[in-house]
């Protein structure tokens, strides 16, 4: 069994089915076994599952529709997961060489002012000219047009 901790789970109506799923990436990231983070998700929801809402969380996440530990037996070959395993050492070594975030901002050769918006400037940096781009206020709040036609609204938009 695992020693891993889940952030906490939102109330019922603000975001359960979100946490579900952000919690089997968690749980897949850090090594567990798909049942076993089948059995973390179910104990920290704060409401009901809906049917299958777990074990679908946890295919997503694992990037099979393998077997999971319950009910669901699938005959198709597992996927290659879409991101590669944490490397503990590797990520070690990075801590230990001591550059921290304060010492990569020194580093940089561009100042922003904290207090002040910059999404304009840095969407001309990233998408130069007038290409279309797919920008949301939420998942299901978006629009695509053309870069000029969003011009001062970019700062409203969390999604890209």
Same mark, same amino acid.
Not at 41 to 63: C, D, K, L
Not at 65 to 92: L, Y
């Given at each position: 069994m695992n020693d891993i901790t889940l952030k906490p789970c939102p109330t019922a109506g603000t975001g359960v089915h979100y946490w579900a799923y952000g919690a089997? *990436? *968690?749980?897949?990231?850090?090594?567990?076994?798909?049942?076993?983070?089948?059995?973390?998700?179910? %104990?920290? !929801?704060?409401?009901?599952?809906?049917?299958?809402? $777990?074990? +679908? @969380?946890?295919?997503?996440?694992?990037? %099979?529709?393998? *077997? /999971?530990?319950?009910? #669901? #037996? #699938? /005959? /198709? @070959?597992? %996927?290659?997961?879409?991101?590669? @395993?944490?490397?503990?050492?590797?990520?070690?070594? $990075?801590?230990? +060489?001591? $550059?921290?975030?304060?010492?990569?901002?020194? !580093? %940089?050769? $561009?100042r922003l002012d904290p207090d002040t918006r910059h999404t304009e400037w840095l969407i001309d940096q990233l998408f130069p000219g007038d290409p279309l781009l797919c920008v949301g206020a939420s998942m299901r709040r978006f629009t695509t047009q053309p870069r000029e036609q969003l011009r001062g609204s970019l700062s409203g938009m969390s999604l890209i």
């Open positions: 089997a *990436h *968690h749980c897949r990231r850090v090594g567990v076994p798909p049942d076993e983070a089948e059995r973390l998700i179910a %104990s920290g !929801m704060t409401r009901a599952p809906q049917p299958g809402e $777990i074990e +679908s @969380a946890v295919r997503a996440a694992y990037g %099979s529709p393998a *077997h /999971t530990g319950r009910r #669901h #037996h #699938h /005959t /198709t @070959a597992p %996927s290659t997961p879409k991101w590669p @395993a944490v490397n503990a050492e590797q990520r070690q070594a $990075i801590v230990a +060489s001591g $550059i921290g975030l304060a010492d990569l901002w020194e !580093m %940089s050769p $561009i």
